[in-house]
């Protein structure tokens, strides 16, 4: 990855003045009208304002909007990402900027770096970038908060993943470190792995299986369920055997002999209590998930039925972990918030039901029986879903952060 420490572009004090007051603005305006810009940015005399909206227009991180009774801007996507990443600079998260590893439905995943050049991966939510024009007519939460639902929706999808992820990282699961979080986005370790969906031999199944299904015990017995357990959101760590150090393999056996798969789980906005409503049915997803994926692509199928939720309660009434799902509640992640989050990645399809994926293979054994090596490579994280790229994703790419950039 490039470690870009010059900005390749840079806004002046008061261009970032007048981006911060449109954000501000937008609190409870969905058009920010021009005096409130003038007024909420602090500056004394109207050119310095007009100048700089005008800047930050012509760069796309505000947008002119006519309304039926005033004209005024409202904050874009780019803006956004461009505040998000000033803050994330300032604290000495993120140095640099790098490449993007991953579009998704939902997100841009983004390597970038600290300033000690260590690689981290700065995740932007974009919730509902894809069907936000459908929702926003017919549905109660967005009249209400019609400041920009998008912006809403996307921090609250941050919050809840970074909440989630520092409860499980400290309760000894294997997940990324989270670092910060800010606006729409978080940052965390970068894992230096594959999902699960790029690995085409495992050589002991059986073993990862049931890793794979005590991880989703464990989770339940902290009182939660992923909602999203499956090889796109698991990452397979190659670990070598210490005791086999510094010996060559001499066949593809004893390679495998001398590896060890670790599994790191990633993603987490959509994850559920196992108190809610539908727990249930998200646990046999989960547990489905994995059984299909291990049959289909290792034709590997468990003796052992299971596991239920049934047991994953037993598990958890007799041996209680800790209650995650209460102290991410109580961590500032309110269940209004959890509700409001929920039903609006209903409506734009993230509840995690793998829907809009490229897995048309679902139930297609043949296929990859013939162990397609193209359909393997076109899964890159570098070519997934890479003509969904949009404007915001593209500018981001523009967006070097560097010491000498706005304040
Ligand atoms: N910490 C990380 N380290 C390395 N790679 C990561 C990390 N986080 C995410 N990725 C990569 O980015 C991809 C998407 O990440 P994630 O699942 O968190 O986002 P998403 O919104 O669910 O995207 P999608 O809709 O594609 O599932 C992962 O499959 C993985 O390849
Ligand atoms: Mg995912």
Redesign the pocket.
Known sequence: MKLDAKAIRYLTSEDFKVLAAVEAGSRNHEVVPTPLISQLSGLRGGSGVNRAISNLAKTNLIAKVKNAKYDGYRLAYGGLDYLALNAHQKQKVVYSVGNQ??V????D?IVVAHSSGAQR?L?IHRLGRISFRTVKTNRDYLRHRHTGSWMYMSRLAAMKEFAFMKALRENGFSV?EPIAQNRHTIV????D?F?LRQISRVPEPAALYSELMDMILELARFGLIHGDFNE??I?IKEEQDPSAKGKAPATEEEEDENLRLVPVL??FPQMVSVDHANAEMYFDRDVECIKRYFKRKFHFVSDIPGPSFADARKKLLKNPGKRLDVEVEASGFSRKMARELEAYMKDVGATGDGEGRDDEDEDDEEEEESGSEEEEADDT?EN??SGDIDDSTKRLEELRVSESSAQ
Request: no cysteine.
């Open positions: 590893v991953g998704g439905k939902e997100s995943i991966i995740k990324p965390m370790s970068l894992i792995a999902p796109f959101n990452l990633i993603d994280p997934k879903d």
